[in-house]
């Protein structure tokens, strides 16, 4: 799969997501990876998480739509807690301000 299809696999289930209504909270892209194992015998496969907050029903039409969508070999679907929203909010909080901080590191000459 080239990049090309990646991104318009992805912008096809986020088109579905927010026209049933999800509200996206984050989105990253993890780019092409390593699988831990061959699945389907391909050895790499291009990652992308989204965070979004939904009725539960779209979360079942969302897999569906994945599980016939052949260019999706695997997906995890996780429904979190308040701690677990709180947790997230905060690392990725975290993350942002230590690559603010490194952003004004100058290198020394």
């Known amino acids: 799969m080239s990049d090309e299809q990646a991104k318009e696999t992805v912008q096809k ?4 997501l927010t026209d049933k209504g999800a509200q996206m909270k984050h989105e990253e892209d993890w780019g092409l ?48 807690d308040k701690y677990g929203i709180e947790f997230v909010e905060k690392r990725r909080k975290l993350k942002a301000e230590k690559a603010k901080e490194e952003s004004k590191k100058e290198p020394e000459v």
């Open 33 to 80: 990876k390593k699988l831990a194992y061959p699945i389907q015998k391909k050895t790499t496969g291009f990652y992308h998480l989204f965070e979004f907050e939904a009725e539960g029903n779209v979360v079942g039409e969302l897999e569906v739509n994945y599980k016939r969508d052949e260019r999706v070999i695997r997906f995890l679907t996780v429904s979190l």
């Open 13 to 16: 289930f986020k088109k579905l």
